[in-house]
């Protein structure tokens, strides 16, 4: 896959500390999004002792990590509500022009998923983490009518 048609956007860097006896060691997370705008999206988290390469593992857990995204007419099939933990995510189709109503992770994956139009809200814990992970899954589970279609007369 070329490098060149995917964007980048760092959501969140975060330090944690670990006490030695010689003073405090500090270790970095970084979560990345990288899209295509075109219905490929992926989230990575990346760890390490210097953000350059925390935010390079991220970045490379994310590409790994790609999934393919349904829009229909610049937003989602259907509603759907997903729980990652302790946090919830509510995605809600929208009329063209409305636009993405996001808060700033669900945002983040949902413009580089592609997504013109869209109603969200994050319920439950806010961890951006947690929001970025429940977000993923949720767009996971989403399914197109034709899909649905052709699940239904496999079983009948």
């Known amino acids: 896959m070329p490098e060149t048609d995917f964007e980048e956007k760092m959501i969140l860097i975060r330090r944690t500390a670990k006490t030695y006896q010689g003073g405090r060691r500090f270790r ?16 990575g988290l990346g760890k390490a002792k210097e953000v350059p390469l925390a935010v390079q593992k991220a970045q490379y857990v ?21 729980e990652y933990g302790a946090t919830r995510v509510l995605l809600r189709p929208a009329a063209p022009g409305t636009g993405v ?6 945002r983040a ?8 139009d869209i109603l969200t809200k994050e319920l439950g814990s ?21 899909e649905v279609r052709r699940l239904r007369k ?3």
């Open 62 to 82: 994310a590409r790994r990590n790609l999934i393919e995204v349904p829009i229909e007419n610049g937003t989602i099939p259907h509603e759907i509500e997903v």
């Open 28 to 43: 970095f997370g970084a979560l990345v999004v990288v899209g295509d705008r075109q219905g490929r999206v992926g989230v």
């Open 154 to 156: 496999e079983v009948v």
């Open 109 to 116: 994956i949902l413009e580089l998923a592609g997504v013109t």
């Open 101 to 106: 109503i996001a808060g700033a992770v669900p």
């Open 126 to 146: 806010r961890n951006p983490i947690n929001v970025a992970y429940a977000t993923i899954e949720a767009l996971k589970q989403l399914q197109t009518w034709d």
